[in-house]
T-cell receptor, first 115, second 113 residues
């Protein structure tokens, strides 16, 4: 079965500092990996995804994520945080071989960027 | 504008009173899905559909029904709501028949008393 873990309920960072939101995954085959962001009172918005190829994936709003197969991780990063990045971030995984119908989400990490 | 719409956005009801939450997308997407979001549990899939008249259970289907009679619509039906179905519900769609990049609706906050 596929699963994803976000070990931090909340990440606090000062504006201008780099940020990292952690995600580890478990699948039996090759993973499709996603990051979504949820702003208050809104639905989830797609940020980026990894399917294959370059381990560093660039996405919307200056975010990027690094796929690490040996550590089964897909951490979300941004070089310089903005106050407007404060939101709830979800990692999600799909097993390319067996779980093509299902996207499994993590429990979410709240990012708080202080001025 | 490409979008997924849900109605109603907010609903307070009582135990046992049947309700339907509508979901509609205007992007001609094949795949549609319903999730519920609960604190500490993230998003959990209720049902999904890969095409018209093709639906299947997700991880938490108990107490819910869906239908996919038209490509654009995917209503969620609670025949006899219970308080443990109080949650925030999201509908999503994606272009391919699989769970690829998904576009989410704005959510429906349901309270069952």
């Amino acid at each position: 079965a596929q699963s994803v873990a976000q070990p931090e309920d909340q990440v606090n960072v000062a504006e201008g500092n780099p940020l990292t939101v952690k995600c580890t995954y478990s699948v039996s085959g090759n993973p499709y990996l996603f990051w979504y962001v949820q702003y208050p009172n809104r639905g989830l918005q797609f940020l980026l995804k990894y399917i294959t190829g370059d381990n560093l994936v660039k996405g919307s709003y200056g975010f990027e994520a690094e796929f690490n197969k040996s550590q089964t991780s897909f951490h979300l990063k941004k070089p310089s945080a903005l106050v407007s990045d404060s939101a709830l971030y979800f990692c999600a995984v799909r097993d390319m071989n067996t779980g093509f119908q299902k996207l499994v989400f993590g429990t979410g990490t709240r990012l708080l960027v202080s001025p | 504008e490409a979008q997924v719409t849900q109605n109603p956005r907010y609903l307070i009801t009582v135990t046992g009173k049947k309700l339907t939450v509508t979901c509609s997308q205007n992007m001609n997407h094949e795949y549609m899905s319903w999730y519920r979001q609960d604190p500490g549990l993230g998003l959990r899939q209720i049902y999904y559909s890969m095409n018209v008249e093709v639906t299947d259970k997700g991880d938490v289907p108990e107490g819910y029904k869906v239908s996919r009679k038209e490509k654009r619509n995917f209503p969620l039906i609670l025949e006899s709501p219970s308080p443990n179905q109080t949650s925030l519900y999201f509908c999503a769609s994606s272009l391919s028949k699989s769970a690829d990049t998904q576009y989410f609706g704005p959510g429906t906050r349901l309270t069952v008393l």
